[in-house]
Each structure stands twice: as C-alpha cells, then as structure tokens.
C-alpha cells in the first residue's frame, strides 16, 4: 500500500507532540505553552501556524465543548490530539478524495480582544461515503495561543 509522505509527515509530527513529552512531570493543562512562535507577517495567519497551535494543543480534554463528546473516530477519543489523529488517520485511503481546509481572518472577540477566528475541515470521499469534522477556535494575537475555551468540534457525514 502507498501512503502519500505528506500524510505520514502529519501523522508523524502529531504523534511525535503527543508521545514527546515529558511523562514524568505532567503539568495542568491550563499552564501549558500554547503558542506558535512570531511570525514575520502578524496581520495574517499561516496554515501552518494553524496546525502547529493545533500540535501544542493536542493535549487539551475533550470536555471542552458538549459537541466534542463522542465525536471522534474512536469513542475512547479524550483529547483534541486524539480526536484530530483519528481523522487525519483516515485520510491514508488514496481511493477516496481527501482534503484539509484551513480558514482563518482576522476578528475582535469581546472576551479576548484581538484574535484569529479559525475553522480547520479534515474531508473524505469516496464513492457514497462523504464526511467532513474538524474544529473551529480562536487564537489570540498578542499571545499567539489557541483559546481553549473557544474550541468547539464541527462536523457531518
């Protein structure tokens, strides 16, 4: 079986955030560096930031929005990490056409000020199957960090 390289690289590089921490010292979450390092252009986000924030943030519960219960590809899903892996996992099936969509603009929230309002879509389909999840967030601009209480799971299919 062929696996595109890019999907392995994803795959791999969420992987790598999920087992390379320090297991023996596990701090609250809450206290966890969230944040992408300063770009050169602070008006816009990259993709790439988007997935990077969304790496450092892998280990965030689950819990964090009502919709996110039981949405991930596995019912034992706990994590923003698990539930993200769980689809990126299933974008290896080359028969089916598979996308990843990432939106973002500039927005001001009034609970958080200045901050990049995102929407990440993981898409299959293949023949009849069609399903699309991800996330929707934001990420503050002074901080660069994901708002984890912003976080709310998308998705149909």
Request: glycine share 6%; charged share 20%.
């Amino acid at each position: 079986m062929n696996i595109n390289p890019c999907i392995w690289g994803v795959f791999f590089s969420i992987l790598l955030v999920l087992t390379g921490c320090n297991t023996l010292h596990q701090p609250q979450l809450s206290s966890l560096p969230v944040r992408f390092p300063q770009t050169e252009n602070h008006v816009t986000l990259k993709d790439k930031d988007v997935l990077y924030a969304l790496m450092l943030s892998a280990r965030l519960s689950m819990d964090i929005d009502p919709h996110c219960k039981g949405a991930g590809r596995e019912i034992s899903d706990r994590t923003l990490g698990e539930y993200l892996s769980g689809f990126l996992a299933d974008l290896s099936d080359f028969e089916a056409k598979n996308k990843i969509e990432v939106h973002s603009f500039n927005d001001f929230d009034a609970n958080y000020g200045a901050v990049w309002r995102v929407r990440l879509l993981i898409t299959q389909n293949y023949e009849e199957v069609f399903w699309s999840a991800g996330l929707d967030f934001l990420i503050n601009k002074e901080s660069r960090a994901v708002i984890p209480e912003s976080v709310r799971c998308i998705g149909a299919g």
